[in-house]
């Protein structure tokens, strides 16, 4: 797969997995991540990959694990980007959880920790779903003889 190809078929499995994790919460597992980020990036990895099967031919590790890295810094990022709030809105929504940060200061230097910890569990419970789910979708569609 070329790099152009490789973009769009992430941005596809980005936005497949946005629209199906948009579900209601199912279940939550290690208290921050949810059933139905799983599902979604399985969902959006079977219809990635039957959409890409006729590209996935070649190299079909290689260009999965390509999309699957893009696919995570763009997870990266937006995780990283929707975190920030500002100290009253934190304060206001943990007012009734003891034990949290009690000054700027320390949520400030939380926050780093929290994101990091958020985006690699995130990516380690769903990047082998979102693997089998483009291994199996480009599977399904067997490529066209010429």
């Known amino acids: 797969m070329e790099f152009g ?5 992430t941005a596809t499995f980005f936005v497949i997995s946005v629209l ?3 579900m209601p919460p199912i279940a939550t597992i ?3 991540v949810n059933v139905s980020f799983i599902l979604s990036v399985l969902v959006a990895g079977l219809i990635v990959g039957v959409i890409y099967a006729h590209k996935l031919v070649t190299k079909r590790i290689k260009s999965i694990a390509k999309i699957l ?5 763009l997870l ?3 995780t990283a980007s929707m975190i920030f709030t500002d100290w009253n809105t934190y304060v206001e929504a943990g007012a009734g959880h003891p034990g949290l940060a009690s ?5 400030l230097l939380g926050m780093p920790y929290w994101t990091a910890m958020q985006i690699v569990l995130s990516w380690a419970v769903g990047g082998p ?3 089998i789910g483009l291994y199996v979708g480009s599977m399904l569609r ?4 010429s």
Request: proline residues 3%.
């Open 5 to 9: 190809d490789i973009v769009i078929a």
């Open 20 to 22: 199906f994790y948009l």
């Open 30 to 32: 290690f208290q921050y």
């Open 69 to 73: 890295i893009l696919s995570a810094v």
């Open 76 to 78: 990266a990022f937006f």
């Open 103 to 107: 000054t700027a200061a320390e949520f």
């Open 129 to 131: 779903f979102a693997f």
């Open 142 to 145: 067997k490529p066209k003889k």
